[in-house]
């Protein structure tokens, strides 16, 4: 254990001087270099509208261009001529309004306004591939290469788990995400940072057999992923770069005599790593930049996990959930297979030794109703966005079922009532 903790402490030094000097090394393009792509950029947002609808296989999604916008904010917002002030402070210009075409246009003028502030409680660490990518490509550029990149990767992950675990598991995760409506995921940054993490985490530990072999070996990579988690995010949908790779690790691993425990140790080096690196934003910024982000970090922590705008906990979960439970067409879908998949599993029961083995996806399955009751208030204010989580609900609760399922029985069953 002592190599581990060893290990682990010295990937997140590696990680945390590397994304610093990511960070103050994006910043030193001058804006001079992004500001056409910026300008087509924003007439781009301008005409589509701030959360339009987007339709998919399973139905029509919702952009959140709006956050979007506010990530080219921040680009426009940086000052080449004080990168390490600009990475740590973040700055960012909202103006008098909720207008954020007009705001980021404001911030792309020099001197920036005077009423700019600082938005450095995040890493934004996203501006290490954004702000290189806007010196050639515009939205709709960079759109077209997420959209290449992410099915790519997808592609890549979907092969190595069919080939390492199986067609159901494969098919678990693409169902998972197309109930997610995965299809915009590309047309969104921030829909996609998460995405990218997730999808190089499974991808890596369905590569690399040897890492699987012992659950130690695991607990820096998941350190590692949580840390990833932490500096690429804002704070949209975390949970799915532990729930997947964790589901996809546990799996790879086999029977376990104490699974819970040992999913318990993984997870906790996930969040470890994911708290441990959104701190050390706010200590770099204070060391690099002076700045001290604490109080707006604790007040954000206050607000986000336990403010209720007036409304009960209750109400609070109900409208925050909106986004996967909402009347439509897609729901009804969702929940039907969901159902013919639980029926399968009762008329076709692996037996009581299958359930036992395999409840501790039901643990990851919960983790995104973990997350909600943590940040509630977050996740209804941007429920647009947070629902996303439950693809790790989707994926464990659909490879249980299957896992509880016996086809060969089930097969037998439905062809002798044919008969019959």
């Not at 007439?43 to 919702?62: C, F, S």
């Not at 399968?344 to 990851?364: D, E, I, K, Q, S």
């Not at 966005?385 to 464990?396: D, H, L, S």
Request: proline share 4%; hydrophobic share 55%; glycine share 6%.
């Amino acid at each position: 254990m002592k190599k581990v903790l060893t290990a682990t402490a010295c990937l997140y030094v590696g990680l945390l001087v590397v994304c610093t000097a990511l960070m103050i090394a994006v910043h030193t393009i001058p804006l001079a270099a992004i500001a056409p792509q910026l300008e087509r950029s924003l007439a781009t947002l301008e005409q589509e509208g701030m959360y339009p609808m987007r339709h998919t296989p399973l139905g029509g999604a919702r952009l959140d261009n709006f956050t979007d916008c506010y990530m080219l904010n921040v680009a426009a917002c940086a000052d080449a001529s004080r990168p390490v002030d600009a990475a740590m402070r973040n700055y960012r210009y909202r103006g008098i309004d909720d207008d954020m075409v007009l705001c980021t246009r404001m911030a792309m003028q020099r001197p920036l306004p005077a009423d700019v502030f600082e938005y450095g409680k995040y890493w934004h660490g996203y501006q290490v591939t954004l702000r290189p990518l806007l010196t050639v490509l515009d939205y709709g550029g960079v759109r077209k290469l997420n959209s290449w990149l992410l099915g790519v990767l997808l592609v890549a992950v979907v092969a190595l788990m069919w080939r390492r675990l199986g067609a159901g598991v494969a098919a678990s995760l693409v169902v998972a995400l197309l109930m997610a409506h995965c299809a915009v995921v590309p047309w969104s940054l921030q829909f996609s940072t998460c995405h990218y993490v997730m999808l190089v985490a499974v991808c890596v530990l369905l590569s690399w057999r040897w890492l699987t072999r012992s659950w130690r070996r695991l607990v820096p990579v998941f350190f590692g992923i949580g840390a990833m988690t932490a500096f690429l995010d804002f704070f949209t949908t975390p949970v799915i770069t532990l729930g997947v790779p964790l589901a996809v690790a546990m799996m790879l691993m086999g029977k376990h005599r104490r699974p819970m425990m040992v999913m318990a140790c993984i997870a906790a080096a996930w969040a470890a790593g994911y708290a441990l690196m959104w701190a050390s934003k706010w200590g770099m910024a204070s060391v690099l930049a002076g700045y001290n982000p604490l109080a707006e970090a604790a007040d954000s922590i206050q607000t986000h996990s336990l403010g209720t705008d007036g409304l009960t906990v209750g109400q609070m979960w109900l409208r925050s959930l909106q986004g996967w439970f909402a009347p439509t067409v897609t729901t009804v879908c969702q929940v039907s297979f969901l159902i013919l998949l639980a029926l399968a599993a009762v008329l076709a029961p692996r037996g009581r030794r299958a359930f036992t083995c395999n409840t501790w996806l039901l643990a990851v399955a919960a983790l995104p109703l973990l997350w909600y009751a943590v940040a509630t208030h977050h996740s209804f204010t941007h429920s647009l966005i947070t629902w996303r989580m439950f693809e790790v609900t989707w994926f464990a609760m659909i490879c249980f079922l299957l896992k509880n399922t016996d086809l060969d029985k089930l097969k037998a069953y439905v062809f002798s009532n044919r008969k019959s």
